[in-house]
């Protein structure tokens, strides 16, 4: 697999972003809703339709709850976070994963959340006990990169299925560090083939998604958006204080779903306020207080899984689907 470079329609992508950020914006989310709908409502349905909730397609657990990165479109970036810090404790952590384990979890999981993964000192160690414990999960990392260097790359790539890396900057090239983990890892491709590294181009000023009101750039207007959304039916979003939160637009951490410190998974995930969530947000986000305003859609990983469990394939880069045919 080896490297890849993802520039985001390249100069013209960028120079949209900074010139008319607000255009840009809304085009691209209005793009995403309109050609993403059909397979968000077919999920939905399959879901439903099953007799009991299935897996969580992505599990998101932040094992520390703060950012080094100065995105402007981001609440959790560095001097900008509200949130008390919190570094998840060792003995609920591997509670998570054991659980995960006995629940014979096969979906996709990332030691990430609204964070930078790289600020946890142990994040290697924990990498290697998810893959341990979870040898049939895809296990992704998402870094700014900022505190990446060769050794790190060298010692996470054998517990991690891909890594990827924002590149978030003003000038469109690559921080040095990132430029040399690329010329290194492209020269040494046999290394590097059991993994997929992917460096994106990211514009650090960007207007992105209004994340339910939490987007410093981008406040929540008083539009009703009454689209449905996926994250309470395919995402377990766990903050670093082991509550469950709906998503990560949840950046003031508001909502609650559960509390690991005195629920187990199933508990929550088969619980009456993740159905209530489903129920209300099935139907629109308009039913949903929290999620009324917000106009985020996921583009990537997740919607590739959804498109993959409905067509019944192996989701993408799983070692085994956890799913049968869907119907």
């Known amino acids: 697999m080896s490297v890849k470079f993802h520039n985001f329609m390249g100069r013209f992508g960028w120079e949209m972003q900074k010139r008319f950020p607000n255009i840009s914006s809304e085009a691209y989310l209005g793009l995403q809703f309109r050609t993403r709908h059909k397979n968000q409502q077919r999920y939905i349905d399959y879901f439903n339709g099953c007799a009991e909730p299935p897996h969580p397609l992505i599990v998101n657990l932040e094992t520390i709850n703060r950012c080094n990165s100065t995105c402007e479109f ?47 000192t142990r994040i290697v160690e924990l990498h290697k006990y998810c893959r341990e414990k979870l040898p049939y999960s895809f296990i992704f990392m998402s870094t700014n990169g900022l505190l990446l260097d060769i050794d790190k790359l060298k010692a996470i790539v054998p517990y991690v299925d891909q890594l990827i ?84 637009c949840d950046n003031f951490e508001v909502t609650t779903l559960g509390d690991l410190n005195q629920q187990s998974l199933k508990e929550i995930w088969f619980g009456e306020r993740y159905a209530e969530a489903r129920k209300k947000i099935g139907d629109g986000r308009q039913n949903y207080p929290f999620c009324k305003h917000c106009d985020f859609i996921d583009a990537g990983l997740r919607m590739d899984a959804v498109n993959d469990v409905l067509s019944g394939r192996p989701m993408r880069g799983a070692r085994q689907t956890m799913f049968s045919k869907w119907h």
């Open 74 to 120: 981001c609440a959790a970036s560095k001097g900008r976070d509200k949130r008390p810090f919190c570094r998840m404790s060792d003995e609920l952590f591997y509670s998570i994963i054991d659980q995960l384990a006995d629940w014979d979890y096969r979906g996709h999981l990332t030691l990430y959340g609204n964070n930078e993964p790289w600020i946890d």
């Open 165 to 248: 890396i924002n590149n978030y900057c003003e000038d469109m090239k690559l921080h040095e560090n990132v430029k040399e983990i690329y010329d290194y890892v492209k020269a040494r491709p046999e290394q590097f083939r059991d993994v997929d590294i992917l460096i994106q181009m990211r514009y650090i000023k960007a207007v992105l998604t209004n994340r339910a009101g939490s987007a410093p750039n981008k406040k929540a207007k008083q539009k009703v958006i009454t689209e449905t959304c996926l994250m309470p039916f395919t995402d377990m979003f766990i903050f670093s204080s082991g509550r469950m939160g709906l998503c990560c």
